[in-house]
């Protein structure tokens, strides 16, 4: 069974950009949960997707949003990017919300100048 | 406000011997803990969990130990190898969420 697959890998962006990271989630997982990771916080949850509809949100400005489409993938959106945007961003999708364990993506590096 | 905590960014120890990585919380909410290991260019994996109502959750050279009353949790790797040498997460949940807290992470080198 393939992981969680995570595009693109590397990204470098400018202030003010947004920028669209997507997310495939091992086939017939439905539960997409978004993380950012940076030195200082180590791993904040940004929101939790499950059948197309976000669940649970975490403390992060509404620039950052994203979505679920009904093959269980997902995207993230941040809009008006600033330069402590930059970071991992992490996926991991579980078959359903509250599965003991989450299975996580490579990550997607962010860096904005 | 960090409630989870991993007030230890790193730790050294040599190969055979124990590590032990240490992970405090705030939240009385949290009823699941979880370790993950992350090595560079990797997402994190799971490693071991345990719920509220057990205090050691064992799995081969990994223990778990929750201490509720002090609201600390600990992993044990007995013996540690090179290959152990990674980014270790602990991470809390309460019966209310599903949502996953994670700590600040230990990085863990484990040397010859």
């Known amino acids: 069974k393939a992981g969680v697959t995570q595009t693109p890998r590397y990204l470098i962006k400018t202030r003010g950009q947004q920028v669209t990271l997507s997310c495939s989630p091992i086939?017939?997982?439905?539960?997409v949960s978004w993380y950012q990771q940076t030195p200082g916080q180590g791993l904040q949850f940004l929101f939790e997707?499950?059948?197309?509809?976000?669940?649970n949100k975490g403390n992060f400005p509404g620039r950052f949003s994203g979505r679920q489409f009904s093959n269980s993938r997902s995207e993230m959106n941040v809009s008006t990017l600033e330069l402590g945007d930059s970071a991992l961003y992490l996926c991991?999708?579980?078959?359903?919300?509250?599965?003991?364990?989450?299975?996580f993506g490579p990550g997607t590096r962010l860096l904005v100048l | 406000d960090q409630q989870v905590k991993q007030n230890s960014p790193s730790l050294s120890v040599q190969e055979g011997r124990i590590s032990i990585l240490n992970c405090d919380y705030t939240?009385?909410?949290?009823?699941?803990f979880l370790w993950y290991k992350k090595y560079p260019a990797e997402g994190p994996t799971f490693l071991i969990s345990?719920?509220?109502?057990?205090d050691k959750n064992e799995d081969g050279r990994f223990t778990v130990f929750l201490n509720k009353s002090a609201k600390h949790l600990s992993l044990h790797i007995v013996p540690s190898q090179p290959g152990d040498s990674a980014v270790y997460f602990c991470?809390?949940?309460?019966?209310?969420?599903?949502?996953?807290?994670f700590g600040t992470g230990t990085r863990l080198q484990v040397f010859p």
């Open positions: 991991a999708s579980s078959p359903v919300p509250g599965s003991e364990t989450q299975y």
């Open positions: 086939s017939g997982h439905r539960s």
């Open positions: 997707y499950f059948s197309e509809t976000q669940r």
């Open positions: 939240n009385s909410m949290f009823d699941y």
């Open positions: 345990i719920s509220s109502i057990k």
């Open positions: 991470a809390a949940s309460a019966w209310n969420t599903d949502k996953l807290i």
